[in-house]
């Protein structure tokens, strides 16, 4: 099958996306506007066409800190969230559970409050005019120590709102550890809270060890070194504990896959992990989450039958209640099936 053809078949099955950063799906127009808004000068085009433009973990960085630094109010979402917007529509994305960070904006003097009421109004919007509901996870962080990372679930406990459902851990794998984050992630258990960790990124299993024994995590984003450990492969099968796994991601950090070809996705899915496919940071890693799956199927020999598993993989490892889920599932094997009547081979 042709990308054009794939596009056009996989674009009409529903999509839920579990593994993405709100601020990463931002546009080159909406850099632009908030540029000229921050400096009051348009944005250089050397500076346009080099922004994303990186071949490692510390130009990506770099170039996230970019972005977040050219905020200057809370009003600044809304351009944030027209771009989410559109990225969720032309994947045919009708859930997500998306990954905020606000350390960031916290120390640039927003206030959490004005984040969250900005948050709920343009998700109460997206969901009336497209159909489309949006959850959030309050990204801890490990980049910024414990204290930190305490804080933001204080802060975000103290302000509860029913669009925001969960913490999870991101930023640096290396400099911090599961072990620093432990009280944090026993009172989102206690509290009733859900809660997901990233590892198995940049570090071996051991890291994922530790987010599914130390954190309890619910799920697990990337956890691709999980293959390097069968009684790991093991334990989160018995335990039915999902991978957000973001191929392209994984090939550009290059912490331990090279290329797309070797990426062991394929492999955790054959032994029977439970694989959901997310983006990631699309923008910076020029990549959809129709691009993922063209991946999958073009370059790691996924069937059209493994990928509609990956795509109800993706409802059934999320927040979701269980009637909601069984409903969406229905869904997709409807869609495929109703797209593919005639191709019958592609299975």
Not at 37 to 47: D, H, N, Q, Y
Not at 150 to 172: E, H, K, T
Not at 254 to 280: A, N
Request: hydrophobic share 40%; with cysteine; glycine share 4%.
């Amino acid at each position: 099958m042709k990308k054009s053809e794939f596009f056009t078949l996989l674009k009409k099955v529903p999509k839920a996306e579990l593994h993405v950063h709100l601020e990463a799906v931002i546009s080159m127009n909406t850099v632009k506007k908030l540029y000229k808004k921050r400096f009051g000068v348009a944005m250089p085009k050397e500076e346009q066409n080099s922004l994303f433009e990186y071949d490692d973990l510390k130009g990506f960085i770099g170039a996230f800190l970019k972005v977040q630094d050219l905020f200057t109010e809370v009003s600044d979402f809304d351009l944030v969230f027209s771009d989410f917007e559109k990225y969720l529509v032309e994947n045919n994305i009708v859930y997500t559970e998306a990954f905020f960070a606000p350390s960031a904006f916290l120390k640039k003097g927003f206030a959490y409050k004005d984040m969250v009421e900005n948050f709920s109004k343009n998700i109460k919007r997206i969901k009336k005019e497209q159909k489309i509901t949006i959850k959030l996870l309050v990204d801890v962080s490990r980049t910024f120590g414990t204290e930190n990372a305490q804080a933001n679930y204080d802060i975000f406990r103290a302000v509860p709102c029913a669009d925001i459902i969960g913490i999870g851990l991101g930023g640096d794998e290396v400099k911090g550890p599961c072990k620093l984050f432990k009280t944090v992630f026993d009172q989102a258990h206690k509290e009733g809270y859900h809660a997901v960790a990233h590892a198995g990124e940049a570090v071996g299993p051991e890291s994922v060890w530790d987010a599914v024994d130390i954190l309890s995590s619910e799920r697990i984003g990337h956890g691709i070194t999980s293959i390097q450990d069968e009684k790991l492969i093991e334990h989160l099968i018995e335990k039915n504990i999902p991978l957000e796994v973001c191929p392209t991601s994984n090939v550009f950090t290059k912490q331990y896959v090279k290329c797309m070809e070797e990426h062991p996705v394929r492999q955790l899915f054959d032994k029977g992990v439970k694989v959901t496919i997310g983006s990631d940071d699309p923008v910076f890693f020029k990549t959809t989450l129709l691009e993922e799956y063209w991946n999958l199927y073009s370059k790691l020999n996924f069937k059209i039958a493994e990928i509609q598993q990956l795509l109800c993989n993706s409802f059934t490892s999320s927040f979701l209640d269980d009637k909601k889920k069984v409903s969406f599932v229905s869904k997709v094997k409807k869609a495929v099936k109703d797209n593919l009547v005639l191709q019958p081979e592609l299975f």
